[in-house]
């Protein structure tokens, strides 16, 4: 790993405005990372190699059991809902009897969602029951109209670190599970722990510091109007687990330091093959093997053992390895380089140049047993070419609130209607939304610009395909995919056609 820190380098103001820089080779500018990026390599840097190579999109510090994956989410999105449905007014007086029922509403609501099925009632007994047991009162205690945030983003270009008498600053983006502003505090959820922990989990303090940071670094001009008087230096940070509630202080040099170390490591991964070398060396499974990790021996480079064949594994792997850098610099190009635009240049600048179409929320929003319902009015010119992109790839990116502080979601197109109107239905149901300004990512952006979560896709299937294989050498002959690469990559093969083996 480099020294650090490290300096980071963004693009350049006029490289941003269309025509500004052609998309070719590797970028000459730095990856634009996520909190779970700086926790995955904080935890190891080989996870990191993971998330940003390999497109493993989930965290090494989570341990999912069999019949309980995603628990984590949904138990936070159940309690979302519930507040919601408190400050809406929907729901009153709450018992410990009209909690369960809302609970068994809400896992039956999520059927189609979770095909393979989710054990309710170990999620209720192990999480939601023991949070709803010691928070009933304090839910009972919010008021209609209170102003409660969920799944807030936050983003910015400049997040200040200390080090020594020196700052740094690196770019960093993230969600908050929960944001109050009446009583100030800001809340990260997590299944991880137990009734007797004394301190947090470590990831998830370390996490919710670093969304603080995030929210400290923006410049109040940038946020929603209704926050412009929020000073977000005094909030509370609390880690929640179903048995706890935990501070963490805002003055900690070790997370500081951590994330430094983070940082340096992330561009190294992504800047130099060397770091990949660098960052297997120093796998924290190898330091310290009784360790909880969630990649340890599902992924190779970690502990998993891989089939004998095909016996040109490595010859391929050293081949995928190209593809894998080579799709890690299209990712920045398409999704870090249009986050930096977004965060770099005014809004005003944004819309001129035809990124961004800012829209007026027409009537109320309406709450539907699929998610909330709205109607926007749009320039007469751009509601063509929305409808029909939406039509094509299925949704569109609203942005509640700005770029640096608000709530992305994807909506779905339901029709148009005159007057420069359409109507998109977004998944979620009765959650507060911020409403001080409506913008769509324009269409001709999400056009020109490939939707990146299909290069995570592609990464992961390369990263599936090095790890496929069999043990045994007539189980291989008859294997169709180990026959191919071995023909593919110069090994030994018995290709089969016609139903026969032919060496």
Not at 214 to 222: A, F, G, M, V
Request: aromatic share 10%.
């Amino acid at each position: 790993m480099s020294s650090y820190p490290v300096s980071w380098r963004r693009p350049r103001r006029e490289w941003l405005r269309p025509g500004g820089l052609y998309p070719l080779g590797m970028p000459p500018f730095d990856p634009f990372p996520t909190v779970s990026d700086v926790i995955a390599a904080d935890f190891c840097p080989y996870a990191c190699v993971h998330r940003l190579l390999h497109g493993v999109q989930g965290s090494p510090t989570i341990t999912g059991e069999t019949g309980l994956e995603r628990a984590g989410d949904l138990f936070h999105q159940f309690i979302a809902l519930v507040k919601s449905l408190i400050v809406s007014g929907r729901l009153r007086r709450l018992t410990p009897g009209t909690l369960r029922r809302e609970f068994e509403e809400f896992m039956g609501h999520l059927g189609t969602r979770y095909p393979h099925g989710v054990d309710s009632q170990r999620l209720w007994d192990n999480y939601v029951r023991p949070w709803c047991e010691r928070k009933l009162d304090e839910l009972n205690e919010i008021e209609v109209g209170a102003r409660l945030f969920f799944e807030v983003d936050t983003s910015s270009a400049y997040v200040r670190f200390e080090h020594g008498d020196r700052s740094f600053s690196y770019p960093l983006k993230g969600r908050i599970d929960e944001l109050n502003l009446d009583e100030e505090v800001i809340v990260e959820r997590t299944i991880v722990g137990t009734p007797y922990d004394e301190s947090p989990p470590d990831p998830d303090a370390m996490q919710i510091w670093l969304l603080w940071k995030t929210l400290t670094s923006i410049d109040r001009e940038n946020y929603p109007s209704e926050l412009r008087d929020v000073d977000f230096r005094s909030f509370e940070l609390i880690v929640e687990t179903p048995y706890r509630d935990f501070e963490v202080r805002h003055d900690n040099p070790e997370f500081e330091e951590r994330a430094l170390r983070a940082y340096s490591w992330i561009r190294d991964i992504a800047e130099d093959p060397r770091g990949i070398l660098v960052a297997h060396r120093e796998r924290r499974c190898d330091r310290e093997p009784g360790i909880r990790c969630s990649f340890m021996y599902r992924y190779i480079g970690c502990r998993r053992r891989l089939p004998n064949y095909p016996l040109v594994r490595p010859a391929m792997r050293q081949r995928f390895r190209g593809w894998y850098r080579s799709l890690l610099w299209e990712l920045m190009w398409d999704r870090d380089f249009f986050e930096y635009a977004l965060l770099m240049l005014r809004a005003e600048e944004l819309e001129r140049d035809g990124l961004i179409i800012r829209a007026r929320l027409r009537g109320e929003l309406t709450d539907t047993p699929e998610g909330t319902l709205i109607e926007l009015e749009l320039p007469s010119d751009a509601v063509g070419p929305v409808a029909a992109h939406v039509r094509d790839i299925g949704r569109c990116t609203i942005v509640f609130g700005t770029f640096h502080l608000g709530q992305r979601l994807e909506g779905e197109l339901l029709d148009t209607s005159g007057e420069g109107r359409i109507r998109i239905i977004v998944r979620r149901r009765y959650m507060p939304i911020m409403l001080s300004s409506v913008t769509i990512l324009s269409d001709t952006t999400l056009l020109e610009s490939r939707p990146w979560f299909l290069i995570r896709r592609i990464q992961r299937y390369l990263f599936q395909y090095e790890q496929i294989g069999r043990d045994r050498n007539d189980r291989a002959r008859e294997d169709a995919f180990v026959q191919l690469v071995e023909a593919l990559f110069g090994g030994p093969r018995s290709l089969a056609r016609g139903g026969e083996n032919r060496e």
